[in-house]
């Protein structure tokens, strides 16, 4: 009944548009985690942090925001009850 009866929008798209929305997704998600991860290097160079110290902060910075971008997918929308 209702939004259960119909597909879900991906399966109406053609194999080659899905495959390529989540490769440009997921492109998406490892640039904002790299841009997470460089500016985390900059700000802990620039407070004079050790140099092997300030590499683990970023990188673990863009692996966090690489796994939150992808938890925060996985989330329900908002159901407007207004209708």
Known sequence: MGRHATPAPDAARPPRARFAS??????????????????????????GLDPTTTLWCAG???????VATWLASTVPGHHDTSV
């Open 60 to 66: 673990i910075a863009a692996v966090v925001v690489v």
């Open 22 to 47: 989540r490769v440009v997704t997921w492109l998406e998600r490892v640039a904002l985690g790299a841009a997470a991860g460089a500016v985390t290097y900059g700000v802990l160079h620039w407070a």
